[in-house]
């Protein structure tokens, strides 16, 4: 234990002064004995190993169990050359001339200001001095910027991918974008021309819908084909609403929209590849820098192509890991965690979970040590996104006399204002978790909807055998899980956990199933249903809306098996309901959930004075919404004892980063 404790104690820097090589072979003597215990222990057991049989005339013959014989003397064989090998190591912790990066001696060159010695640690063929040579680098900042220029050359992929999943890197690491050929045609062209050499088989009619109006050349028809008032979708949302007045940047939403339908599926992300698709988006990133829209859509679509190694070569030499990076620092919360999903898809030397389209990664963004204990999956609901659901409640309009001008200059006169409190209050109280969102589109309304054809898509069952999978590859399963669910989100993850205990490849996602949030969740259905019925014609009502009937025959029989499972597995539950109407628009206004189809009937269920909308967005850190929020989650995964478990893992460690030190 004392040499243990010496060599922690240790700088990274200089050499072992006089008094620790005394200790030092004082180790190695210790150790030497050890080892000859452990030989001699060996051979005794050969030594039992031998049999004696009595004669009749009472004498004894010795007999030799041969093969048992052979066995313990291979195992005492390789034994010896284990301790041999150990003992070579443990001297070279005191040999002045050691190749440091090859002995146990690496946690303590971590901290070094030789910029090749970490470089060396990162291309180490040893997993966790590679991890400890990356952290050493991410760390620094103050080399000139040769040494970084130098540095990026030198680096290999593996090495650049760990940087840019490293908290506060200097992006000096990273070699500057290739300058991509131009070609004579233009943008509009190459991506017809891309679209037009994709595969038509396999695809759904929605992906086809999107193909054919992008190949359409009269823009009016692009601008015809625009999302109407009624689309609340996740990523529909961003799509339907946000379209730019700009025709060009209409046009390419378009051809965008399309390849991302495409890349969710593995052999069209091949053609994709094949045809120059890479350098066509990195062209059109380069182009569009300023428009967000764009750049979610160009991230998300490298996202998917993230998810097939045989990919990564390419994307890396194309300059996509540089692109990945700084949006990764963006500020914006969507494109910087769509580039969070693709760099944790790249990282195959550290993440061992995949994640496939709609599932994004909250935290720990960066590669990280602390003890991941459970997941968070946060599953929005109708009108809901990935995103959109989960920011902090929005200044009150009705108090103009205390508001500024605009939501953003009361956002920069409080900097605690988030757009997403599950990173930036959750992450925080929940370090040790890993914090998750989910996305699908939904509808209010079929009016003139993101898709026409998607209606078969949209149903909760088959929601939920897609996300189902999707979760899995994400590794969900794997570890305690707790949902956190808003509005239809709720119906979803109650019909998800049902279905995963009749499914034996999904069983362990329900099994690991520890707690369920519901924010507004229609149990026994909503009246907005009921309204949509009888004002059929001016809302024509969606497959989402048409569901939540409250004489729902569906709803009821999934209410009573939830109820069940809750029972047996006595399952902690936390539910808020709503107490104000929601403007859903044309003049209409009601409580979409009521209080008698929110209360589901167990666990714990709380009234917030808010409506459907805002029932999930905290006024801020210490409302009463959220601290409900955090001690249900405390008991679940208590954060006391997590901090206690970081500490004894790492006592230095204040901050979500990683550090792969700890080898003895």
């Known amino acids: 234990m004392k040499i243990l404790t010496l060599l922690r104690n240790f700088s990274s820097a200089g050499k072992l002064p006089s008094k620790s090589r005394r200790y030092g072979w004082y180790g190695i003597s210790a150790a030497v004995l050890l080892g000859g215990v452990v030989i001699y222990r060996e051979y005794r057991q050969l030594d039992n190993a031998v049999q004696y ?11 030799e169990n041969s093969g048992y014989f052979e066995d313990l003397k291979k195992r005492a064989n390789n034994r010896v050359k284990i301790y041999r090998q150990r003992f070579k190591n443990i001297g070279r912790l005191f040999d002045e001339d050691a190749d440091e990066e090859a002995s146990w ?6 901290k070094s200001d030789n ?3 970490l470089l060396g640690m990162a291309k180490s063929n040893v997993q966790n ?13 103050n080399w000139k910027d040769e040494d970084f220029q130098k540095l990026a050359t030198a680096s290999d992929d593996r090495t650049r991918i ?10 000096r690491y990273f070699l500057p974008l290739p300058q991509l050929t131009m070609s004579q045609e233009s943008l509009e062209d190459s991506f017809r021309k891309l679209l037009s050499s994709l595969p038509m088989t396999d695809l759904d009619k929605c992906a086809q819908y999107f193909t054919t109006v992008a190949m359409k050349e009269d823009r009016t028809a692009l601008a015809d084909a625009r999302g109407g008032m009624w689309c609340f979708g996740g990523p529909g949302l961003s799509f339907a609403t946000t379209l730019s007045n700009v025709p060009e940047q209409k046009g390419e939403l378009y051809y965008l929209q399309a390849l991302l339908r495409h890349s969710e599926i593995p052999s069209h992300c091949d053609a994709i590849v094949q045809n120059g698709g890479i350098n066509l988006l990195l062209q059109l990133a380069e182009m569009r820098e300023e428009s967000l829209t764009i750049l979610c859509k160009i991230c998300r679509i490298i996202g998917n192509l993230t ?24 500020k914006y919360i969507p494109l910087s965690l769509h580039a969070t999903r693709a760099l944790a898809n790249l990282d195959r030397d550290f993440c061992k979970e995949k994640y496939k389209s709609g599932v994004h990664l909250i935290h720990p963004k960066y590669r990280t040590s602390l003890p991941i204990v459970a997941d968070v999956v946060f599953v929005h609901g109708l009108m809901g996104g990935a995103f959109f659901t989960w920011r902090q409640k929005d200044p009150d309009p009705s108090a103009k006399q205390n508001l500024p001008q605009s939501v953003q200059s009361f956002k920069e006169q409080n900097q605690n204002i988030t757009d997403c409190w599950p990173k930036s209050w959750l992450a925080e109280d929940l370090s040790h978790c890993r914090i998750m969102t989910v996305e699908y589109d939904t509808q209010v309304s079929n009016w003139t909807p993101v898709c026409p054809f998607e209606s078969e ?18 590794g969900v399963g794997s570890r305690p899980v707790i949902w956190i669910t808003h509005s239809m989100g709720g119906l979803l993850v109650k019909q998800m956990l049902l279905d995963a205990l009749e499914n034996s490849e999904y069983k362990k996602l329900a099994d690991q199933t520890r707690g369920v949030v519901f924010y507004s969740t229609p149990h026994k259905g909503s009246p907005l249903a009921a309204y949509s019925q009888q004002a059929k014609i001016l809302l024509y009502p969606s497959v989402e809306v048409e569901e939540l009937s409250p004489d729902s025959p569906t709803l009821k029989e999934q209410h009573e098996k939830f109820k069940d499972f809750v029972r047996k597995r006595k399952l902690p539950c936390l539910s808020f309901g709503e107490t104000e109407a929601t403007n859903i628009g044309l003049g209409l206004k009601l409580v979409i959930v009521p209080s008698s189809s929110a209360n ?18 905290p006024d801020n850190i210490d409302s009463e919404l959220y601290q409900l929020l955090i001690c249900f989650l405390d008991d679940l995964v208590p954060k006391k004892v997590m901090d206690e478990i970081g500490e004894v893992l790492d006592p230095n460690k204040a901050t979500e980063e990683y550090y792969f030190g700890d080898m003895f």
């Not at 001696?105 to 971590?110: A, D, G, I, Y």
């Not at 898509?457 to 055998?465: F, H, L």
């Open 53 to 63: 049989k009595v004669n009749p005339d009472g004498t004894t013959t010795l007999v």
């Open 457 to 474: 898509k949209r149903t909760i069952s088959s929601r939920s055998s897609e996300m189902l999978n999707k979760l899995k590859e994400a």
């Open 105 to 110: 001696w690496s946690k303590l060159e971590v």
């Open 129 to 141: 001095i590679r991890f400890q040579g990356v952290y050493g680098l991410s760390r620094k900042h």
């Open 307 to 330: 998810y097939h190694q045989h990919h990564h070569q390419l994307l890396l030499q194309s300059g996509w890991l540089t692109m990945l990076a700084t949006w990764m620092k963006s």
């Open 115 to 117: 910029p090749w010695k």
């Open 600 to 617: 589901p009937g167990f666990g714990n269920y709380q009234e917030i004075n808010v409506d459907h909308l805002n029932v999930c967005k």
């Open 162 to 171: 760990g940087l840019a999943r490293s908290r506060n890197v200097s992006m």
